[in-house]
C-alpha cells in the first residue's frame, strides 16, 4: 500500500497503549516489534506451552498475533477517540510454525470510516531462515467516538450489532 | 449432519489423547466437553489473561478454541493411523466475547479421504444466558499413515506442501 | 435462526424488485423461489454457457447465486430506504456443481444495523438427489436512507469507504 | 512470488486450452489477458447484463474472473497429466465495481503437491484510472492424472471427497 497519512498524530502511543492493555499479548509473550501508519508488526518468541499437538504454534495462536497485528494496523489510521473490533478474517495456515520466534505484518490494504481491511503475514524465523507460515484477510470495524477502555465498548459494540 | 460412522472404533480415545498434548490448550485451561463421531466441544471459563484492550476474551483465543473443536471434530472420522492439520479457516465474530464461559463447537459438514470441511460456532455463556459470539468455516487435511505425536510430521507435512 | 420480525412489512416488494434490477440473475436464468424474512433462496437451471472446463457449474456462478440469496436475506431485514452492498464472502465447494438445476440458499444468521452476517448453501439437484455442493459465510453492510436503484448509490457507497 | 519453474514446459497452451473450454469465461467475454508460471490476468468489458441491482458489475462476475484467474495461476505450475478444482476462496469487496473493465489477476503464494494458495486481485479500470476492486485468497487442488477435459473427472473427483 502507498504510505498514508494518519489523522491522528499522536497514533503510535495510542496503538502502543492499545496494545499494553491486550492480557493476551503479555500472557503468550509477545511484543509490538513496529508500528507505522497503516502497518503494525507483532513479535512472538516461541515457547513449548503455547503448541498444538506435534510441537508447533497453534493455530490459535498464529491468528492471535495475526489479528492483533491487523487490528493495530487498522486503528493506527483511526481517529483519536475511537476503538477497532475485528469484524471476521480468513486465514490460511501455509507451513507447520516450526520456528525459534514469529512475527506477524498486519497491513492495511483499504481503509475506511467504517471499515478497513487489512492483510495478515506470519513468518517463522529460524536462524538466518524466514519461513512465510500464514498469509490471511481480515475486516475491521471502527467504533468512533467510544474510548478503548477496559468495559467502555461493551454497550454500544453489542447494540451496533443488535437484532432490528 | 447426518450422523457418521467413524472408521476407527478407538476414536475418542484418539482425539482425546492428542487433545491432551495440545499444550495450548492446557495454557488456557480449556477442557474437551464432548466426543462425538464427526462433532467435538471445547469449553473454556473465562480468564482476564486472556482479553484484548477491552476486556473481552481476545478474538485469537476464540479461534483456538473453534480450530482445535474443528480439527478434532475432523479427526474423530480419520483412520487410526493419521494426523490433521488446518489448511484454512475463516471466522466471523458476531459479538464482543463477553461471558463466564465459552463453547466451542467443531462439527464435520462434508468428509472426504483428503479434506474435511467443517463449521465452527463459539459461544459465550452467562448465567442461564448463551450467546452466540462467532461462526466460521474450515477446511482440513488428513495426513494419512503419519503418526500424531510431537516431531513426527513436521518432514512429511512441509514435504507435502513443499514447492515442484 | 429463529424467525425475525421484518421493520419492513413491504419486505418482499422491495427484495422482488431489486432482483428484477439484477441484470446478471436475468442472463443467467436464475430466478427467485422463496422470500421470507431473512431467508431467501434462488433456483437456476444448469446451462452449458455457464460452466467450467470440465462441464460443471463455474464456482463464478455457483458464488454468484449464494451471493445474491444472501444479500437479499439480509436486505429482507433492512429499514425501507436502504441498499445492501456486500462486505466480503467466503465459499468452500464441497463436490463438482452437477446436476439439473441449482438451488442457492441465503439466511441471515447475525442481524445488525450496520452488518448482516449470513450463511450461504448450494444444492445441485438431479432427479430425486439433492447433493449440497457449496457452503459459505457473508457479510453485508446496509447503506441506509440510500435508494437501491441503479447509480444512486455510486458516490455515498465509494465516500463511506474512502481513505481518511 | 519469486519467480518458479514450471514442471511443465508446455504450461501456456496447457492453461490456455483449458481456458478456451470454460465456456462461462466466453459468455461473458473474459478473455486470457497473460500467462506466466504461477500468475494469470484475465480481462473483462463492462457489459450491462453482468450487473448487479446498482448497475456494477455484480460480485459473482468479480469472483468468476477472479477464481479462474487464481485456478489457472496454479494450473500452469502442476504437472502435464492434471486437473485443477477450486477447494475454497474467500473475497473482500473493497469498493463498488464501476469501470470500463476489469482485470482478475491470481497469483500463487504458496505452491504445493496437493494443495496450492493464490492470492487474488480484480481492478476496475476507468480511462487512465486503475482502482482495486476486490481482494482475495484462494485454495485450490491438483488432481494428478486426471485429465483435464469435460466429463472425465466427476468420478474420480467425487470419490476423492466422499464419505470414509
Do not use: W
Request: with cysteine; charged share 25%.
Amino acid at each position: 500500500m502507498t504510505r498514508v497519512e494518519p489523522r491522528d498524530p499522536e497514533f503510535e502511543t495510542r496503538v502502543r497503549e492499545s496494545f499494553a492493555r491486550q492480557a493476551l499479548m503479555r500472557t503468550i509473550g509477545a511484543e509490538l516489534a513496529r508500528v507505522e501508519p497503516g502497518r503494525v508488526e507483532i513479535a512472538l518468541p516461541y515457547r513449548p506451552d503455547l503448541t498444538q499437538q506435534h510441537g508447533y504454534l497453534h493455530a490459535g495462536i498464529t491468528s492471535a498475533i495475526a489479528d492483533s497485528a491487523g487490528g493495530y494496523a487498522g486503528y493506527s489510521l483511526f481517529p483519536a477517540e475511537s476503538s477497532v473490533l475485528t469484524v471476521e478474517f480468513k486465514i490460511n495456515l501455509l507451513a507447520p510454525a516450526a520456528g525459534e520466534r514469529f512475527v506477524a505484518l498486519g497491513e492495511v490494504v483499504k481503509p475506511g470510516r467504517t471499515l478497513t481491511i487489512c492483510r495478515l503475514e506470519v513468518s517463522a524465523i529460524k536462524g538466518e531462515r524466514r519461513t512465510l507460515i500464514a498469509l490471511g484477510q481480515q475486516t475491521l470495524i471502527c467504533l468512533e467516538g467510544q474510548p478503548d477502555r477496559p468495559g467502555a465498548v461493551l454497550k454500544r459494540a453489542t447494540q451496533h450489532r443488535r437484532s432490528p
